[in-house]
């Protein structure tokens, strides 16, 4: 009889469960992720995304990412884990892993090459993150050298293309890491071409509405266009239903208290 009863007990005791992706969601990053000319960056714009029950969105994207990727990575992965994030966002988490003009060594960069060894120190920090984990990869920010960055920053397009081909084939073999293109993307707005960004389409001669003077930073329709991006590719992973998000921008928009674009108004 005793048996029975704690059988019985242990039946009747509830069944933890885990945690829904959205429930705390976090996001890392440089200054795109951390909106460098307006004051609402990614983790607004996803907050203003998520629909579903949640914990507000954590960011601990840092301006000075640049100054000392290595040091600021460890950081920002350290936040992650003390909040309990259950997805992390990291857009442009490492962007300064292959732009800059300093090596893995924190020396001068001559050889270019030199990026991919400093590519693999960003992915071995990045090896142990368990939860569902959004990236981007390497677009081809060069519209940029001799505003916001130098032409030593820049990888050589040959090195480009090795830095994103490492980024996938590392990417392909963790079943908990998404990523998102956005190298393909600025390609066509680079190429004033019509461009598709998660639900939305975007003319040709978007670029100004999609980017900053700088050409490196998102204006505020770029970040919601990459946030969207970001909301498809966790729907296309089956991490997250279409009902917990909004996949259509004018509501987006609205719950930002921003004017809609017309290129949004269907």
Request: aromatic share 4%; proline share 6%; net charge negative.
């Amino acid at each position: 009889m005793k048996r029975c009863l704690l059988l019985l007990a242990l039946v009747a005791l509830p069944v933890a469960r885990e945690p829904h992706p959205l429930q705390r969601v976090c996001v890392l990053g440089a200054s795109v992720t951390h909106g460098l000319d307006f004051n609402t960056g990614l983790a607004e714009v996803l907050e203003a995304t998520i629909v579903r029950d949640h914990d507000p969105v954590c960011s601990n994207a840092n301006l000075l990412f640049f100054s000392d990727p290595l040091g600021k990575a460890r950081e920002q992965l350290a936040f992650a884990k003390e909040k309990r994030a259950t997805l992390i966002v990291g857009v442009d988490f490492l962007f300064w892993f292959a732009y800059g003009s300093r090596n893995a060594r924190d020396e001068r960069i001559e050889d270019d090459s030199e990026r991919l060894a400093k590519l693999d120190q960003g992915l071995a920090l990045l090896a142990d993150v368990k939860v569902p984990l959004v990236l981007g990869d390497f677009p081809d920010m060069s519209d940029a050298i001799g505003g916001q960055l130098h032409r030593l920053q820049v990888p050589q397009p040959a090195t480009l293309k090795q830095l994103n081909e490492r980024l996938r084939a590392w990417a392909a073999e963790r079943e908990n890491v998404v990523l998102i293109p956005l190298a393909a993307s600025i390609d066509l707005i680079r190429a004033d071409q019509a461009v598709t960004l998660g639900r939305q389409a975007w003319p040709a001669g978007s670029a100004d509405l999609l980017l900053s003077d700088d050409r490196l930073h998102p204006t505020l329709e770029g970040m919601v266009a990459i946030t969207n991006a970001v909301a498809d590719a966790l729907v296309a992973a089956d991490l997250c239903a279409e009902d917990d998000v909004l996949l259509e921008l004018e509501p987006v928009f609205e719950r930002l208290g921003e004017p809609v674009p017309e290129e949004v108004e269907r």
